[in-house]
């Protein structure tokens, strides 16, 4: 045969390509469709009717997708019958509840955070909530980034952020060196940030001169 | 001897100026970081670099045989362990 084909190229060792959806359990789905649907403007993209599901006890549930860009969707399930478990006077969302005393930064660690491309898409989400039921709760200027926050009907913490800067490659070095330092000392004894960044430093007089050798563009991100 | 580094990116330029314009402070180079070195504590104000909460707070990346006793709205003291 005198037919060539050229060889495959390999695949990458990284293949994922994002979310594809992220699923959330829900006991007010007006609310919820109300929040996504009417007051974001995220279309409904998705639904399954479902009469129980395999295990004898399963109850029967609407699984609803909502278009949140991308291609990605955000998900919630809902349980005819099912009601929420715990105190629902504690900290927590319709997931779960925590203890009374558990304090907000932790309860709002776990949240969801969208993308938008400029500061005109986040003020016109910010200005679509602050018109609703759900007003925008904090404006935050971060390190890289620029977001609004606030909690759905069903007590999840959403955020919309936008990127102030690209990252840089010297931040991906940075990330590196820390989460190599994070890995040692959560690996020994009463971690702290103070062990975490003697062991960066360690780090960095280690391997950032050979990373600079190999990444001369660097530079570009912060000369003027 | 007090040392720690902070990685040069666009956001920490307030910090490593204010440790340049000190002169009991040698401000050099290691790869992507600033290494900031004095023979007594090294003190940053807060209000000259004119960095915003979130950076302030994120700015240091690695202590040398030296630990904070100071970080917060006012200043960064770092000083010989």
């Given amino acids: ?33 109300r929040f996504y649907r009417d007051v974001l403007k995220f279309p409904v993209v998705h639904s ?36 929420p478990a715990g105190d629902q006077s504690a900290p927590g969302d319709a997931w ?9 930064f932790f309860k709002n660690s776990r949240h969801i955070a ?36 606030t909690h759905d009907p069903n007590g999840y913490m959403l955020e919309i952020t936008r ?18 330092a994070l890995c040692d000392v959560a690996a020994g004894e ?4 103070d062990k975490l960044l003697t062991r960066k430093a360690e780090l960095i007089v280690e391997k950032a001169g050979d990373w600079e050798n190999e990444n001369p563009a660097w530079r570009e991100s912060v000369e003027v | 001897m007090a040392r720690f580094y902070v990685l040069e990116v666009p956001e920490n330029e307030g910090v490593i100026r204010v440790a340049a314009d ?22 940053i104000d807060r209000r000259a670099t004119g960095v915003r909460h979130a950076v302030w707070y994120s700015a240091v990346s690695g202590l040398e045989a030296s630990v904070v006793t100071q970080h917060d709205k006012d200043a960064l003291r770092v000083e010989s362990r």
């Fill in chain 1, 1 to 33: 045969m005198s037919e060539t084909t050229e060889p495959a190229a390999p695949k990458a060792v990284h293949r994922v390509r994002g979310v594809d959806h992220a699923a959330f359990p829900t006991f007010d789905p007006v609310g919820t469709v």
């Fill in chain 1, 48 to 83: 399954i009717c479902a009469a129980g599901w395999g295990p004898e006890k399963h109850p029967d549930f609407i699984h609803f997708f909502f278009d949140i860009g991308n291609g990605d969707r955000l998900a919630f399930f809902y349980y005819f019958g099912w009601q």
């Fill in chain 1, 96 to 104: 779960a509840r925590l203890p009374h005393e558990t304090p907000e």
């Fill in chain 1, 114 to 149: 969208l993308n938008v491309s400029d500061e005109e898409d986040l003020l016109e989400y910010r200005s679509r909530l602050d018109e609703s039921e759900w007003p925008v709760e904090m404006q935050v200027m971060h390190e890289t980034i620029e977001s609004i926050y």
């Fill in chain 1, 163 to 180: 990127q102030l800067r690209p990252v840089t490659l010297q931040e991906d070095l940075d990330a590196a060196l820390t989460i190599e």
């Fill in chain 1, 190 to 193: 009463d971690p702290s940030m």
């Fill in chain 2, 22 to 43: 000190d002169p009991t402070c040698t401000v050099d180079r290691v790869g992507p970081y600033c290494r900031l070195t004095a023979n007594g504590p090294i003190v």
